[in-house]
């Protein structure tokens, strides 16, 4: 009986109770205008055709405007409703103009670095291409005098990051979209608590929707209560709002600003195989030391002066403050996050610039492959065009109908020469692009219309760094446990199965 009694109070089973009564009276609402019917459905299907109208001409990606066409035509009657309430993927102009404050705060706090770019237009101007295009539509600029080392496991970054926060003396920043109660989390939160005694400075943002079923309710007033600083990003409550969709998705650690982490990596268990969720978990982080970890300590303080509305002086912050001596450059490095307040796609421009401009091969790590008809343009072209194209996959699924979504979109690659390979130990949950031994991304941003579209995520583009040819040997010796797709396996799938696949692409911007 008393863990029934905490079934029902759970903050998921309220929320949704509450949810699904905004849904009955929505419902109750409409047939109450039956009485009005001739009215009420000229009304709804004038809505409709406006909608019809306005999606036709708006800026959004065409797949999401397929999306939404098709089941407002079949149901002029509430589909116009429902887009109204439901489908604008855009946030209202009240809520991007609060949330404008994060992006600009870091906008403003980047300078621009014209000698580096300078420096990479020397040896590639491809590389400057790419660079310039994050520097001016990401505020991130390149950076030099950093190290960088790629951790290819999660046992790997948990035991990197132990090492660096026992190290912390001013202050530790963490980031990340999921955290929970279990040997990592509570490995760190021992070290955190230590080093609040000292007098380290400690603050923790997490996602709310990421930690709903992961943290106990008010984890916030917990960790207050053990004198660590924390904010929650977008707070879960009970009512119907595209709002809920935009999450923070990120995966940071600072520390005392020269150090840093971001990955694929969240702070659970099942991320450092302490227990076997999906199989083995493959995933990924890259540790930076020196110069680039100001975009990352700027990421942090401008999402955290948001949630506080607050602004700080993020000069005391700088990587140089607390290192005598920045490290040798290690190649070019340059942090950098995407976010749905404005309508550039950062991070798939990103992918899409490196795969275009790869010359003999790009190899792609993702756990979901539901991408866009720029993205399969992009990949099926460079794979007829010779380019060694591969995409690693996961085998068993964390998500029934995403991994059913991600395998629907194997036939038409591999027919045009694209590799595609599934894990067999268990889940990928890396993102990784690796190209020609030159360029290399490591970060949160996977290939679904979620992450490049509506969440707050952020990422690592490399230009001839170490590190690079370590993600790329990663890659391969992961392929040695890996299955790869044929043609005929893709086409040997039953009618009926097809049929299912089609119409999850179909709606696959919606999920």
Avoid at 84 to 105: P, Q, W
Wanted: with cysteine; aromatic share 14%; glycine share 4%.
């Amino acid at each position: 009986m008393k863990k029934i009694l905490q079934f029902l109070c759970h903050r998921v089973v309220v929320v949704a109770c509450l949810i699904f009564l905004q849904v009955l009276i929505l419902m109750f609402m409409i047939l109450r205008f039956r009485d009005y019917f001739v009215h009420f459905y000229a009304f709804c299907v004038l809505l409709s055709t406006l909608v019809l109208l306005y999606i036709i001409n708006n800026k959004s990606n065409p797949a999401y405007k397929i999306a939404w066409i098709i089941p407002i035509l079949l149901f002029p009657f509430f589909g116009g409703l429902f887009y109204v309430m439901f489908g604008r993927s855009r946030l209202s102009k009240r809520t991007i103009r609060k949330m404008y404050s994060l992006a600009n705060n870091f906008h403003n706090t980047m300078e621009a670095n014209g000698s580096t770019l300078s420096q990479i237009a020397q040896e590639s101007l491809d590389a400057a291409n790419q660079s310039r295009y994050i520097q001016n539509y990401a505020g991130s600029p390149a950076f030099q005098h950093t190290s960088t080392e790629y951790l290819p496991l999660g046992e790997v970054k948990f035991e990197r990051m132990v090492e660096e926060l026992k190290k912390a003396r001013h202050y530790i920043f963490l980031e990340y979209f999921i955290i929970q109660e279990g040997k990592m989390w509570n490995t760190i939160l021992d070290i955190l608590v230590e080093k609040v005694k000292e007098g380290v400075d400690v603050r923790v943002i997490y996602d709310d929707i990421g930690c709903i079923m992961t943290l106990p309710n008010n984890y916030k007033a917990h960790l207050e209560s053990l004198g660590i600083k924390c904010c929650v990003f977008n707070p879960f409550i009970p009512i119907l709002s595209m709002k809920l969709n935009n999450r923070d998705h990120r995966k940071i650690c600072v520390i005392d600003g020269h150090t840093g982490f971001t990955g694929g990596i969240n702070l659970a268990d099942e991320y450092i195989n302490a227990y076997e969720k999906h199989g083995h978990w493959k995933d990924v982080a890259i540790l930076l030391k020196g110069e680039a970890v100001w975009s990352l300590t700027v990421m942090f303080l401008s999402m955290w002066d948001y949630i506080l509305n607050i602004r700080e002086d993020y000069e005391k912050y700088r990587p140089n403050v607390y290192l005598d001596t920045l490290p040798p450059s290690d190649g070019y490095v340059q942090p950098y996050m995407d976010n749905p307040i404005d309508q550039e796609a950062i991070g798939e421009t990103v992918y899409l610039n490196m795969i275009n401009k790869a010359k003999r091969y790009v190899y792609i790590n993702t756990p979901y492959l539901i991408i866009s008809n720029e993205m399969i343009t992009a990949l099926t072209s460079a794979a007829k065009e010779g380019v060694d194209v591969r995409i690693v996959t996961p085998h068993i699924a964390d998500k029934w109908y995403v991994h059913a979504l991600t395998r629907a979109h194997y036939e038409i690659l591999v027919e045009a020469g694209v590799k595609i390979y599934e894990y067999t130990p268990g889940f990928v949950h890396a993102k990784t692009f690796v190209a020609d031994d030159e360029y290399g991304i490591v970060g949160t941003i996977n290939l679904d219309f979620r992450s490049l579209y509506l969440h707050f995520e952020d990422a690592v583009w490399l230009f001839r760094t170490k590190s690079v040819l370590a993600i790329r040997d990663d890659y391969l010796k992961t392929l040695e446990v890996c299955q790869q797709i044929t043609l005929a396996s893709c086409r040997s799938v039953s009618w009926y199965q097809k049929i299912f696949r089609s119409i999850l692409r179909l709606f696959a911007p919606l999920m």
